[in-house]
C-alpha cells in the first residue's frame, strides 16, 4: 500500500563553481547527479544521520538508478537550490526525487531522481531495518 503520509522536502542552496561548467559556460550536465547526492547528504543530516553512521551499522545505500531531465541552465557564479525528498521507501529500496531551480525565481531547471537498493558490507541486498527506514522517512 503506498505511503500517503506527508513528505519531507528538504531545500540546499549553494553557487555554482567554475569548475563545474563546461567550455560554452554552462554547469556541465554530469555535475547534476553531484548536486543530487549533495541534496541527499543533507536530507540524511536534517533527518539526523548520514551515510558514515548507515556504513558503522553495516549497511550501505548503493544507486542502482539515476534519471535526470534537463529544463534549464546555470552559469558560473548562478545560485541554485537543491530540493530534495523521498519518493519511496521499502524494505529494499528507496527512491529520492529532486528538483534543481533558481533561488530567485523559482523556475525548475533539471528534475530527477535517484535509486538505491539497502546492501550489507558485502553488498548482498537485504532489508533495512525498521530504524534506518523511519530516519530516511
Not at 541554485?80 to 531551480?101: A, D, G, Q
Not at 548482498?124 to 530504524?131: A, E, G, L, Q
Request: proline residues 4%.
Amino acid at each position: 500500500m503506498p505511503d500517503s503520509s506527508p513528505k519531507t522536502v528538504l531545500e540546499t542552496e549553494f553557487p555554482v563553481r567554475y569548475a563545474e561548467t563546461d567550455a560554452m559556460g554552462v554547469v556541465h550536465h554530469a555535475n547534476y547527479l553531484v548536486y543530487f547526492e549533495e541534496g541527499r547528504s543533507q536530507y540524511m543530516r536534517d533527518q539526523g544521520s548520514n551515510y558514515a553512521e548507515v556504513e558503522a551499522s553495516g549497511y550501505q545505500l548503493p544507486v542502482t538508478e539515476a534519471q535526470l531531465r534537463y529544463v534549464g541552465s546555470r552559469c558560473y557564479g548562478d545560485k541554485i537550490r537543491v530540493r530534495t525528498w523521498v519518493e519511496e521507501n521499502l524494505s529494499r529500496r528507496v527512491t529520492f526525487r529532486y528538483e534543481v531551480v533558481d533561488p530567485d525565481s523559482g523556475n525548475v531547471l533539471v528534475t530527477g531522481y535517484t535509486r538505491h537498493v539497502w546492501t550489507d558490507t558485502a553488498g548482498k541486498v537485504t532489508r533495512v531495518p525498521d530504524s534506518w527506514k523511519r530516519i530516511i522517512g
